[in-house]
């Protein structure tokens, strides 16, 4: 059982309201990570202000779910898993064999993508020591070192939810449910 209380917007301290507020009027509802987080108001702010800078990148909608959702693997946080599978192919349009052969860890029909994932498992295994191969590989594949700062932005938005959600034990929305997710499946 968690120690985390799941906040609404009436309930959550006054300066988290404003941003649950936002947070439904996008999803329309609010997600329970984003209720957990609102008991620190700052760390709540700081999570949205990162997917939102993340959003500016230039790297596409489908590739940076790519980036959540493996680093989120990578980390083993089931929500993330779960509640990004659901963004790429419900919100995003993402193609639903790129996501799933992502979340079965099997080959994206796609180098590219494939390539992409490979280098953000790497990011957070390795905690930002990137081997010359791995660069080299992740450049070849048409990215360049723009894209390698992008993914760490990536890799640091999704380590915070990700412990955040370890910490809270954050159970799954059931808007989420039809992707749920485990590494044992």
Not at 5 to 16: C, G, V
Not at 153 to 178: C, I, Q, R, W
Request: hydrophobic content about 40%; charged content about 25%.
């Amino acid at each position: 059982m968690s120690l985390f209380k799941i906040h609404t917007i009436e309930q959550a301290p006054a300066e988290s309201r404003p941003l649950l507020t936002g947070a439904h009027q996008k999803f329309g509802f609010v997600p329970n990570l984003l209720g957990e987080l609102a008991e620190a108001p700052a760390t709540l702010e700081a999570y949205l202000t990162l997917n939102s800078i993340f959003d500016k990148t230039s790297l596409s909608p489908v590739e940076r779910q790519i980036v959540l959702i493996a680093a989120s693997i990578e980390n083993d946080c089931t929500y993330c898993v779960a509640a990004h599978s659901i963004m790429a192919k419900n919100m995003i349009k993402a193609d639903a064999r790129i996501i799933n052969a992502l979340r079965e860890q099997d080959p994206i029909p796609d180098d590219k993508l494939q390539t992409l994932a490979e280098f953000t498992r790497s990011v957070v295994e390795n905690r930002g020591f990137i081997d010359e191969q791995a660069l080299s590989a992740f450049t070849a594949a048409g990215y360049s070192n723009r894209h390698i700062l992008e993914v760490i932005l990536g890799v640091t938005m999704k380590t915070l939810s990700n412990y955040a959600n370890h910490v809270m034990d954050t159970p799954l929305d059931d808007e989420f449910k039809a992707e749920e997710w485990s590494k044992d499946n």
